[in-house]
């Protein structure tokens, strides 16, 4: 009886196993079809729009990047990207980005502004679908003195 048992629950392990992997599967591929969708001109999609520094030193690196894929079938012209104060400063390619390409918007956020929470946003002009896209990073930076210690 004890072997009938211990057969069962195999048994119910590897079909619940089974099934699990197939949904995760399905899943996958139906993220990836939305994340690469077509668009007719020139369009943007990227892996994240808001990237999150969380707390940062004092005068530490503040560069980071976004990375998006041209998932249109015309080239994509980014004309201009606008930070929204003097603290971001963005970098853009100037070459256009074929059909299926990467590109990289880079940001530098001025970590000398000690002890603040920020909210920043890049603001780009493109001839895209969707010709103007909002990027946003955020985060703290530590007081002087606390990156010191």
Do not use: H
């Not at 976004?66 to 963005?90: D, E, H, R, Y």
Request: with cysteine; net charge positive.
């Amino acid at each position: 009886m004890k072997k009938i048992i211990a057969l069962g629950m195999l048994v119910v392990l590897g079909v619940t196993t089974s099934n699990a992997q197939e949904t995760s599967k399905k899943l996958k591929a139906t993220t990836t079809k939305v994340a690469t969708a077509k668009v007719n001109g020139a369009g943007m999609v990227f892996v994240t729009e808001t990237i999150d520094y969380g707390t940062v030193a004092y005068n530490s690196d503040g560069r980071r990047e976004f990375v998006f894929t041209n998932n249109g079938n015309k080239p994509l012209i980014i004309t201009n990207a606008q930070g929204s104060c003097g603290c971001t400063v963005p970098t853009y390619p100037k070459e256009p980005i074929a059909p299926g390409a990467k590109g990289v918007i880079g940001v530098k956020y001025d970590t000398s502004r000690a002890g603040q929470a920020f909210t920043k946003t890049v603001t780009l002009t493109t001839n895209a679908v969707v010709p103007s896209k909002t990027l946003t990073i955020k985060g703290n930076v530590l007081a002087a003195d606390a990156a010191k210690s």
